[in-house]
């Protein structure tokens, strides 16, 4: 078949497409549902800075206690070296604290998965551990391990691990009985059932703690820096607030949120390109 037959024949099938009733509907809802998710955060942004603004102009805040948003915009613009140059040190723990904890909580998960006595006795002290505040657990490790990148990255890998523990237990556990003595049946091991059925079942949960740690390994490395650091956000913020320059600590938080946002938008991206049986959301 000829270049030109198969583009006709792609023509008319658009066209016949096109003029489907229920086609057209459902492609009416997932352009407004599209146009839903991108207005309504924008709405939801727009709206605090108009309430922010109109807090500061109407209660007249002193600008060391709050700046207006332009004060902040300006910040950003005249500071954008020095921000940009803190921000990487951060991204860098964030991102290290993120891999390292998920992964270590994956395989945890897989290991009390399939060994119900060591998920009795290591799963309490996991919670117990967890228990402890991040504040607490930041000196320790500062301690232990130095004033460089590497208590940054345990921190944040540690705020990263339980979520993702809890929800991959819970993925890898609630598999179909049916499906489960189907695999039996077919006298399929015990690895077979792990990756075909176990891991498939669990994706929608992992991604759903995934996207909880993509935020949360930010604030793990943020507090990490306030123990003990002299460059990245968290030290950027401490010294904006000795000095009472508050158009830069809010410029800094700023830049912390976009980090966090710009993660979770990672997350979210790779788990449309992995999880595609899903259906759509219709909210």
């Given at each position: 078949?000829s270049?030109?037959?198969?583009d006709?024949?792609?023509?008319?099938?658009a066209?016949?497409a096109?003029?489907d009733?229920?086609?057209?509907a459902w492609?009416?809802a997932?352009?407004?549902?599209?146009?839903?998710r991108?207005l309504l955060?924008?709405?939801?942004?727009?709206?605090?800075?108009?309430l922010?603004?109109?807090?500061?102009?109407?209660?007249?805040?002193?600008?060391?206690?709050?700046?207006?948003p332009?004060?902040?915009?300006?910040?950003?613009?005249?500071k954008?070296?020095?921000?940009?140059?803190?921000?990487?040190p951060?991204?860098?723990?964030?991102?290290g604290?993120?891999?390292?904890?998920?992964?270590?909580?994956?395989?945890?998960?897989?290991?009390?998965?399939h060994?119900?006595?060591l998920?009795?006795?290591f799963?309490?002290v996991v919670?117990?551990?967890?228990?402890?505040?991040?504040?607490?657990?930041?000196?320790?490790?500062?301690?232990?391990m130095?004033?460089?990148?590497?208590p940054?990255?345990t921190?944040?890998a540690?705020?990263?691990?339980?979520p993702?523990l809890v929800?991959?237990?819970?993925?890898?556990?609630?598999v179909?009985p049916?499906?489960?003595?189907l695999?039996?049946?077919?006298?399929?091991?015990?690895?077979?059932?792990?990756?075909?059925?176990?891991?498939?079942?669990?994706?929608?949960?992992?991604?759903s703690?995934?996207r909880?740690?993509?935020?949360?390994?930010v604030?793990?490395?943020?507090?990490?820096?306030?123990?003990?650091?002299t460059?990245?956000?968290g030290?950027?913020?401490l010294?904006?607030?000795?000095?009472?320059?508050?158009?830069?600590l809010y410029?800094?938080?700023?830049?912390?949120?976009?980090?966090s946002?710009l993660?979770?938008?990672?997350?979210?991206?790779?788990?449309r390109?992995i999880?595609?049986w899903q259906?759509?959301?219709?909210?």
């Amino acid at each position: 078949m000829s270049t030109s037959s198969l583009d006709v024949s792609s023509a008319s099938a658009a066209t016949l497409a096109a003029a489907d009733p229920e086609y057209q509907a459902w492609a009416t809802a997932r352009q407004r549902r599209l146009w839903r998710r991108r207005l309504l955060p924008a709405l939801g942004i727009t709206g605090l800075i108009v309430l922010w603004w109109a807090v500061i102009a109407i209660f007249d805040v002193k600008p060391f206690i709050a700046p207006s948003p332009w004060a902040v915009v300006e910040t950003l613009y005249a500071k954008r070296a020095v921000l940009l140059d803190n921000l990487l040190p951060t991204a860098m723990e964030a991102a290290g604290g993120f891999l390292l904890g998920n992964l270590a909580a994956i395989a945890i998960a897989t290991v009390f998965v399939h060994n119900k006595t060591l998920q009795d006795i290591f799963f309490p002290v996991v919670l117990m551990f967890n228990a402890i505040p991040l504040v607490a657990k930041a000196p320790v490790l500062v301690l232990i391990m130095g004033n460089g990148m590497e208590p940054k990255i345990t921190i944040a890998a540690l705020v990263c691990f339980f979520p993702t523990l809890v929800n991959m237990v819970r993925g890898l556990e609630s598999v179909n009985p049916q499906a489960m003595e189907l695999m039996r049946v077919l006298s399929a091991s015990k690895t077979e059932i792990f990756f075909r059925l176990r891991l498939q079942n669990s994706l929608p949960y992992l991604f759903s703690a995934l996207r909880i740690a993509a935020s949360m390994s930010v604030i793990g490395a943020v507090v990490g820096e306030w123990v003990g650091a002299t460059v990245g956000i968290g030290a950027m913020i401490l010294q904006a607030t000795f000095n009472f320059d508050s158009p830069l600590l809010y410029a800094a938080i700023v830049m912390s949120a976009t980090l966090s946002g710009l993660f979770f938008l990672l997350v979210t991206l790779a788990e449309r390109w992995i999880i595609r049986w899903q259906p759509e959301s219709q909210h």
